[in-house]
C-alpha cells in the first residue's frame, strides 16, 4: 500500500471539507461542527495554522489540521484529524499525527494539544501511545459549546 501524506494548499480546502465530512459521517456524533465542515472555514484554518491531506495509492482518504493559540503561538491545537471509513483500522491515520508532530519539531514549538470528544474515550490510548498526556486543567479553545467539554491531551515538544 503506498501512502503519502502531503502538506495541503489554499486549493485543497474543499477536498479538506468534504473528507471531514465523509470521515465524520456515521462515526462522531451529528451534534460536532464537522458534520458542517465548509471550505470557506479550512481556507482559514489553512492561512492561520496549517493542515496535510493523506494519500493512499494517490487517492486522497484523510486529514488534518492544526492552528496556533490565539494567546500562544509556540502551542498549536490539532483539530479535524480523519480517515474515511474504509481506510479505517489499517493504522494510517498515525501518518497524518505523526507529520503534525514532525512539523511542530521541526518549526521549533513548545507544544501540541488535541481534544478527544467525550464519546470517543478509547482514542486516549492511541494518542498516548504518540506521547500524548491528559491535560484535565486545560479547556480547548475550539470546544463545541452545545456539547460536554471533550477531553484535552498536550505532548511538550520541548522544555
Do not use: K
Given at each position: 500500500m503506498n501512502i503519502v501524506v502531503r502538506e495541503a494548499t489554499l486549493d485543497?480546502?474543499?477536498?479538506?471539507?468534504?473528507?471531514?465530512?465523509a470521515a465524520w459521517a456515521g462515526k462522531v456524533n451529528v451534534t460536532s461542527s464537522g458534520h458542517r465542515e465548509t471550505a470557506v472555514l479550512v481556507a482559514e484554518h489553512l492561512r492561520t495554522g496549517g493542515g496535510f491531506v493523506l494519500l493512499v495509492e494517490d487517492a486522497p482518504v484523510g486529514s488534518v489540521r492544526w492552528l496556533p493559540l490565539d494567546?500562544?503561538?509556540?502551542?498549536?491545537?490539532?483539530?479535524?484529524?480523519?480517515v474515511l471509513a474504509d481506510f479505517r483500522g489499517q493504522n494510517i491515520s498515525q501518518h497524518l499525527l505523526e507529520a503534525v508532530i514532525h512539523h511542530g519539531l521541526a518549526a521549533g514549538?513548545?507544544?501540541?494539544?488535541?481534544?478527544?470528544?467525550?464519546?470517543?474515550?478509547?482514542?486516549?490510548?492511541?494518542?498516548?501511545?504518540?506521547?500524548?498526556?491528559?491535560?484535565?486543567?486545560?479547556?480547548?479553545?475550539?470546544?463545541?459549546?452545545?456539547?460536554p467539554p471533550p477531553l484535552v491531551m498536550r505532548r511538550m515538544l520541548r522544555n
Open positions: 485543497d480546502a474543499p477536498l479538506i471539507a468534504e473528507l471531514t465530512r494567546d500562544d503561538a509556540d502551542v498549536w491545537e490539532i483539530c479535524r484529524m480523519g514549538i513548545e507544544e501540541m494539544r488535541l481534544a478527544v470528544r467525550s464519546d470517543q474515550p478509547r482514542l486516549i490510548d492511541f494518542y498516548t501511545a504518540f506521547e500524548f498526556e491528559l491535560a484535565e486543567e486545560l479547556e480547548y479553545s475550539h470546544a463545541n459549546p452545545l456539547e
